[in-house]
T-cell receptor
Framework: TQLLEQSPQFLSIQEGENLTVYCNSS?????LQWYRQEPGEGPVLLVT?????EVKKLKRLTFQFGDARKDSSLHITAAQPGDTGLYLC????????FGPGTSLSVIP | DAGVIQSPRHEVTEMGQEVTLRCKPI?????LFWYRQTMMRGLELLIY????????DSGMPEDRFSAKMPNASFSTLKIQPSEPRDSAVYFC?????????????FGQGTRLTVV
């Protein structure tokens, strides 16, 4: 049983479109992290959200932590081919756990 | 800093052989993690060390897997004997501190294929 669920599993969109991916859990987390993993590379941290309801922006990426601290979303505006990759959310339970990821492909 | 360095990048071995994966963490980091990534199971934490001491190895799949950290700048993950189901990408990561919002820095991974 996955403590962290992510949706959608796969997403293929055209350059310039907007998209939202989700990270959900039945457990409360003190914080959630989002990582991006490019093919052939290790994951790289994008952001950490720690307060329920918190919204953080990183250029065209907007991250939100749910009020109950059980879910998070990542919204990308005007997606670009460089956004292609696997987006992983991670939370600390008794140790760090990762969700299964959303594989995003942005087609030029 | 060169980041977390893993070797080899790719390893192909025959079933039954011993495999050793190596990791050099970022200097000054006190936590080191070994992960395994597969399509079926995603990114799984195998074991982590704090100040060279293994803290939690509950993710190690079975006794065929072992990990050591003889000093602050080197760790190994060994599989003996290897099996085809061990085929995966193995990542090493390090961090300064182990709290829930600490950033983990990952290496480029070792892609292991057991035939």
């Amino acid at each position: 049983t996955q403590l962290l669920e992510q949706s959608p599993q796969f997403l293929s969109i055209q350059e310039g479109e907007n998209l939202t991916v989700y990270c959900n859990s039945s457990s409360v987390f003190s914080s959630l992290q989002w990582y991006r993993q490019e093919p052939g590379e290790g994951p790289v941290l994008l952001v950490t959200v720690v307060t329920g309801g918190e919204v953080k922006k990183l250029k065209r990426l907007t991250f939100q932590f749910g009020d109950a601290r059980k879910d998070s979303s990542l919204h990308i505006t005007a997606a670009q081919p460089g956004d292609t990759g696997l987006y992983l959310c991670a939370g600390f339970y008794d140790k760090v756990i990762f969700g299964p990821g959303t594989s995003l492909s942005v087609i030029p | 800093d060169a980041g977390v360095i893993q070797s080899p990048r790719h390893e192909v071995t025959e079933m039954g052989q011993e495999v050793t994966l190596r990791c050099k963490p970022i200097s000054g980091h006190d936590y080191l993690f070994w992960y395994r990534q597969t399509m079926m199971r995603g990114l799984e934490l195998l074991i982590y060390f704090n100040n060279n001491v293994p803290i939690d190895d509950s993710g190690m799949p079975e006794d065929r897997f072992s990990a050591k950290m003889p000093n602050a700048s080197f760790s190994t993950l060994k599989i003996q004997p290897s099996e085809p189901r061990d085929s995966a990408v193995y990542f090493c990561a390090s961090s300064f501190g182990g709290s829930d919002n600490t950033e983990a820095f990952f290496g480029q991974g070792t892609r292991l294929t057991v035939v």
